[in-house]
């Protein structure tokens, strides 16, 4: 069974970096059957995808956001982390990330449990 | 970007009844659509991919159809367990990968 589980800061101070990391088990983050993506959802409302990661390293992010995103992989470890830069309370959200298979057809499965990130002084 | 917008925003309906949720995309995405389920406090859940294809472990009381830009799910008989927030998402414009705006199912 597919697992992930987000870990990191639940507060954040404007103008810091978010930093989160996603721990995988059941599966590989080396696979090349798989993006590894981070998806968030600020309170109440709904759900923006922030980007992938592929086992090779190559990524894509939202254009929304990429100027103040990374997304990295640690295959030794079998995670994957998000980091975003100069945050402001509209990046306040639960954080997700997913499992996205890497063929003509995408879609996001499974999900981790998500995390919430307060940014606040 | 392609924008997906869901209707209505939200139902109320009776356990038993048979439900429709509609989402439409901008422009035309042939079978490229997910829906999902997430209830309060949960993660979303995948529950139908490519447009019609019923995700394994999902109850068949739930199903989807649609081509191009108009797509509809269906549950065929309300359950309890079934009151939540549902989600569609588009795949045709990877990576960007966009969801509706979701809509809430009520108890009546």
């Known amino acids: 069974q597919v697992q992930l589980q987000e870990s990191g800061p639940g507060l954040v101070k404007p103008s810091e970096t978010l930093s989160l990391t996603c721990t995988v088990s059941g599966a590989s983050v080396s696979s090349r059957t798989y993006y590894w993506s981070w998806i968030r959802q600020p309170p109440g409302k709904g759900l923006e995808w922030i980007g992938y990661?592929?086992?090779?390293?190559?990524?894509n992010y939202n254009p929304s956001l990429k100027s103040r995103v990374t997304i990295s992989v640690d295959t030794s470890k079998n995670q994957f982390s998000l980091k975003l830069t100069s945050v402001t309370a509209a990046d306040t959200a639960v954080y997700y990330c997913?499992?996205?298979?890497?063929?003509?057809?995408?879609?996001?499965?499974?999900w981790g449990q998500g995390t919430l990130v307060t940014v606040s002084s | 970007d392609i924008q997906m917008t869901q209707s209505p925003s939200s139902l109320s309906a009776s356990v038993g009844d048979r439900v429709t949720i509609t989402c439409r995309a901008s422009q035309s995405i042939s079978n490229y659509l997910n829906w999902y389920q997430q209830k309060p406090g949960k993660a979303p859940k995948l529950l139908i991919y490519a447009a019609s294809s019923l995700q394994s472990g999902v109850p068949s009381r739930f199903s989807g159809s649609g081509s191009g830009t108009d797509f509809t799910l269906t549950i065929s008989s309300l359950q309890p367990e079934d009151f939540a927030i549902y989600y569609c998402?588009?795949?045709?414009?990877?990576?960007?990968?966009?969801f509706g705006q979701g809509t809430k199912l009520e108890i009546k």
């Open positions: 998402q588009q795949s045709y414009s990877t990576p960007m990968y966009t």
């Open positions: 990661i592929y086992y090779s390293g190559s990524t």
């Open positions: 997913a499992r996205v298979l890497s063929s003509s057809y995408n879609w996001f499965d499974p």
